[in-house]
């Protein structure tokens, strides 16, 4: 059973009704339609926004940050969030307000309604950092839970003494003494959760986590590291060589930001199995994968061309309509491709076998879409595709990808903000709508005031007229862009297909 939150209303009109979260999301709470959870539009909860706060979920993680309302948000009694009374929303909307974690037992208050938080979690061995399999108690609740299997090794319950274990160390065991980080053995906080954890120096230098100890050449797999191609919150990607060809690939490097027991890690891998039946002229191919102490890597097509947000900046901040358009219509063919592939036998978290259709990429940005050389010439490639949502459902990401601190969703659709799970195609032909305007601008189809709360600013704005941004874009062209970036309150183009139509009738 996977960690578990249950947001329980205690009080108010929705007494007893439950929010249910076993996975990685983030949602809006309010009176708007498009909340959920959702609070009664009534007198009772007048005090309450439409759009009120943020909660950022990563089972058993929680946390909630206020948007600056007028009367803030209670938790377990205390007001947080609330801005000051002689200010408008718009002036007020700061990132600065802070984000709280929840425990289990906390109660949040909005107008007459209360939630109380509840958090489960699976039963883990200290040792082997297996999950419980049929056991359901410990002998001593303020001690750490060992195996039936690791006690037959000779770790028994009296040894969780100072005293030295038969098989592994007291230092070894979490909440009784330091860890040390699973590559450099460096001392980290005793309180730290899990086993395979890395220091904050080895995830700032992956290249570390891979290299091999006895060796100046950084090899994994068979696979040697020519050089680093980029660097982000989740990891890095090099240049390597495939040994036993030649032949280059791209070797991305993706650091947990959690503890990776035997439950996320088989999640995280199921998931990417998926992607890689996406076999086509315009997604990257997943290639090889692998994972080793609380480190994952994956070896994907090279594309020599680069990311289209470095082609960008190497012509002057924008892409022609010509090169532009080219870019996106073959980005859609991916995209048309990947939302309509059927892939048999798939497992399901509950054990269920099925025939899944379609994959979702969620993350669709310019510095996501590559070239690479081809015999007939330069085509654009969608990368990452199901790494960064395998990542995310498998509890793997920490809080990096919402919340104040992943940065400004300058790519994602409003329905994607609300429900950060939202794995409809069309977020993903919406943020190619948006990736278009910014090759052909240099801008983002909304603007994002320093100081504001971007989060709020997609919920409550509109994109600007691309003609705005750049006269010179054709009239109907402009139309159709315009168009596939309305959002509110639905995305009009539901499909891939749907948009290329539409552009291929105005260019």
Request: hydrophobic fraction near 35%; charge should be neutral.
């Amino acid at each position: 059973m996977p960690a578990k939150i249950v947001l329980k209303v205690t009080d108010g009109k929705l007494k007893g009704k439950e929010y249910v979260y076993t996975e990685r999301t983030a949602c809006i709470v309010g009176r708007g339609v498009d909340c959920y959870p959702r609070l009664p539009d009534d007198e009772d909860h007048r005090t309450i926004s439409r759009h009120h706060c943020l909660l950022d979920i990563n089972p058993p993680g929680i946390r909630i940050r206020d948007f600056g309302s007028l009367n803030g948000t209670f938790v377990n009694g205390r007001k947080i969030g609330q801005r000051k009374k002689d200010l408008a929303r718009k002036d007020t909307l700061q990132t600065d307000f802070p984000e709280y974690d929840l425990k289990d037992g906390d109660t949040i208050r909005l107008g007459s309604t209360v939630l109380c938080v509840n958090i489960s979690v699976p039963l883990i061995c200290s040792v082997c950092m297996k999950e419980a399999n049929g056991e359901t108690t410990v002998d001593a609740p303020d001690t750490p839970y060992v195996c039936v299997a690791c006690k037959g090794l000779g770790i028994v319950d009296d040894a969780l003494s100072e005293r030295t274990l038969p098989v592994r160390e007291v230092a070894e065991l979490p909440n009784r003494a330091a860890k040390r980080c699973t590559n450099c053995g460096k001392e980290m906080p005793p309180d730290s959760g899990g086993s395979n954890l890395l220091c904050t120096e080895c995830i700032i230098n992956p290249l570390q986590v891979i290299k091999q100890q006895d060796d100046d050449t950084v090899s994994i797999k068979g696979y040697k590291i020519i050089s680093e191609l980029g660097k982000g919150g989740m990891g890095a990607v090099y240049l390597a060589e495939w040994q036993e060809n030649g032949q280059k690939v791209a070797l991305k490097v993706m650091l947990s930001s959690a503890a990776v027991n035997d439950r996320s890690r088989e999640m995280f891998l199921r998931e990417v199995e998926n992607t890689r039946h996406l076999k086509h002229p315009n997604v990257v191919g997943l290639l090889d994968y692998g994972n080793s102490r609380g480190t994952f890597y994956f070896t994907l097509e090279y594309c020599e061309g680069g990311s289209i947000d470095k082609i960008m900046m190497q012509q002057g901040g924008r892409l022609s309509v010509d090169e532009a358009s080219r870019v996106i219509l073959q980005a859609l063919d991916g995209l048309i491709y990947a939302h309509n592939i059927k892939i048999p036998d798939v497992k399901l978290t509950d054990g269920r076998v099925v025939t899944l259709t379609g994959l979702v990429h969620r993350d669709i940005k310019p510095t996501n879409i590559f070239y690479t050389d081809t015999p007939e010439g330069r085509i654009a490639k969608i990368a990452d595709f199901g790494l960064g949502k395998a990542f995310d459902a498998a509890g793997l990401s920490g809080y990096t990808r919402t919340g104040a601190a992943a940065g400004t969703p300058v790519f994602m659709a409003r329905q994607q903000v609300i429900n950060f799970k939202y794995a409809k195609p069309e977020a993903d032909v919406w943020a190619m709508a948006a990736t278009y305007y910014y090759l052909l601008t240099g801008r983002f189809p909304r603007d994002f005031p320093k100081g504001k709360d971007p989060w709020y600013i997609v919920l409550q704005t509109s994109c600007v007229p691309i003609q705005k941004r750049n006269p010179s874009i054709p009239k109907n062209l402009a139309g159709v862009i315009d168009t596939a970036l309305v959002d509110q309150p639905e995305i009009i183009y539901k499909t891939a297909a749907d948009l290329k139509r539409a552009l291929e009738d105005v260019l």
